[in-house]
T-cell receptor, first 111, second 114 residues
Framework: KQEVTQIPAALSVPEGENLVLNCSFT??????LQWFRQDPGKGLTSLLL?????REQTSGRLNASLDKSSGRSTLYIAASQPGDSATYLC??????????FGTGTRLKVLA | NAGVTQTPKFQVLKTGQSMTLQCAQD?????MSWYRQDPGMGLRLIHY???????DQGEVPNGYNVSRSTTEDFPLRLLSAAPSQTSVYFC?????????????FGDGTRLSIL
């Protein structure tokens, strides 16, 4: 059974710092991995989608990597800003029309 | 762009009442799904649909019904509300099966069962 873990559960960093969020999963047989952002009281916004055949995806200051053999993905945020404060979720798609979500990392960027 | 629209945003029910959570998308997406989000447990799939007239159960379907009469709408029905169904409910859609396309989420319905 696929399990997705995100550590740490919460993180506070000063503005301008580069940071890495971690996502680990137990079964390497995946189709894709997706990183989401969730603001308080809001839904999820898709940030990056990495297919199983890809190693990384980039969008602006965000870079997500995928290493299936080790069961890990990282989301790198460059030059963090207070507006980046949110909860970041990773989700694994292993088939059967179902994503398995991690419980998220709550990020606070201090001005 | 409306995207995925969920109504209502907030609802309080008494145990045993029934209600329908509405979800509509204007992107002509075939795949739609319902999740519930509970503290410390992540999002869990309740039901999903791969097109009009086709629905199937997810991870936690008990106590919920769905139907998909049109491509645009995917309502979630609580048959007899229980306190354990207090949660935040999210509807999501994607153009194709989730293996190929990112999912788009609504802003959620916050439901409390007393």
């Amino acid at each position: 059974k696929q399990e997705v873990t995100q550590i740490p559960a919460a993180l506070s960093v000063p503005e301008g710092e580069n940071l890495v969020l971690n996502c680990s999963f137990t079964d390497s047989a995946i189709y894709n991995l997706q990183w989401f952002r969730q603001d308080p009281g809001k839904g999820l916004t898709s940030l990056l989608l990495i297919q199983s055949s890809q190693r990384e995806q980039t969008s602006g200051r965000l870079n997500a990597s995928l290493d299936k053999s080790s069961g890990r993905s990282t989301l790198y945020i460059a030059a963090s800003q207070p507006g980046d404060s949110a909860t970041y979720l990773c989700a694994i798609y292993s088939g059967t029309y179902k994503y398995i979500f991690g419980t998220g990392t709550r990020l606070k960027v201090l001005a | 762009n409306a995207g995925v629209t969920q109504t209502p945003k907030f609802q309080v029910l008494k145990t045993g009442q029934s209600m329908t959570l509405q979800c509509a998308q204007d992107m002509n997406h075939e795949y739609m799904s319902w999740y519930r989000q509970d503290p410390g447990m992540g999002l869990r799939l309740i039901h999903y649909s791969v097109g009009a007239g086709i629905t199937d159960q997810g991870e936690v379907p008990n106590g919920y019904n769905v139907s998909r009469s049109t491509t645009e709408d995917f309502p979630l029905r609580l048959l007899s509300a229980a306190p354990s169904q207090t949660s935040v409910y999210f509807c999501a859609s994607s153009q194709d099966r989730p293996s190929n396309q990112p999912q788009h989420f609504g802003d959620g319905t916050r439901l409390s069962i007393l």
